[in-house]
Nanobody, 114 residues
Framework: EVQLVESGGGLVQAGGSLRLSCAAS????????IGWFRQAPGKEREGVSC??????STYYANSVKGRFTISRDKNTVYLQMNSLKPEDTAVYYC?????????WGQGTQVTVSS
């Protein structure tokens, strides 16, 4: 059974930090690029960051560049989030993609208070 399980969300004050984890199982993790997406209330889901499957190349949305860091280790991908802002409040989802196949986690809530 394919599973992507996010954890690490919570409530934090502006300027604080959180580290999200995405634990994968049930598929060949190394064959998949892994991305983090987020969706705030009333807004569309947007890409935040991703990390490649082979060369480990990374991508960051302009809104998080310099504040967030994505990494992968064994079957887990991490998103270190620093200098959090209220506008980072959203449900964060993990996505694994390879070719036409992609999987989603259930999401973890991140709330940043001002």
């Amino acid at each position: 059974e394919v599973q992507l399980v996010e954890s690490g969300g919570g409530l934090v004050q502006a300027g604080g930090s959180l580290r999200l984890s995405c634990a994968a199982s049930g598929f060949t993790f190394d064959d998949y690029a892994i991305g983090w997406f987020r969706q705030a209330p009333g807004k569309e889901r947007e890409g935040v960051s991703c990390i490649g499957s082979s060369d480990g190349s990374t991508y960051y949305a302009n809104s998080v560049k310099g504040r967030f860091t994505i990494s992968r280790d064994k079957n887990t991908v991490y998103l270190q989030m620093n200098s959090l802002k209220p506008e980072d409040t959203a449900v964060y989802y993990c996505n694994a993609k390879s070719g036409w196949t992609d999987y989603w986690g259930q999401g973890t809530q991140v709330t940043v208070s001002s």
